[in-house]
């Protein structure tokens, strides 16, 4: 087979169209367009998936707004989740969802998940091994920050690690 009928084929696979003799010099003026690349896009790549999810590993007794960091990362597509400061920043915009769930420790404990500083939700957990929970769907602008934090500010607050406190969100597609 030719060059040419090679070339051809493989410029008209992109445009769906199957060789006819009746179509010749429209089918000719496609292949040139595809040789000159004029008809060629380029689209940045972006990750589809935005998911992440992590555990806390110890017991913590947090401060007044106290950020609760979720030490120990098991998925965190898309970059968005900072297991050194317990930050989730938005990748990208658009709708996340968020779940919370944690082990108070002997007393209460009040958490909060915050956007930019504001509170979004609550979740409470008394007395000892009882668990609290926090669910949320928050609209996300690039940018924006998430986290969890004590809420009373009164501090004393302490949370179960060991695997029994998680953060885990995605962004819906």
Known sequence: MSRLWILLIL??????????????????????????????????????????????????TLSSLQTLVFDKVYLN??????????????????MYYFAVSFLAVRGTTHLMLLKNNHEVSRGYGHSHDETGSIVSTVQLERGDIVRIAEMTGRGRDRTRGDGWSSFTGFKFN
Do not use: M
């Open 11 to 60: 410029c008209s696979l992109p445009y769906g169209f199957t060789v006819r003799k009746k179509n010749c010099h429209s089918l000719w003026k496609q292949l040139e367009s595809c040789i000159s690349g004029k008809d060629i896009e380029v689209k940045p790549t972006q990750s589809k998936s935005i998911a992440f999810s992590a555990t806390r590993t110890t017991d913590i």
């Open 77 to 94: 597509e898309g970059g968005g989740y900072n297991a050194h400061t317990g930050l989730f920043t938005a990748p990208v915009n658009g």
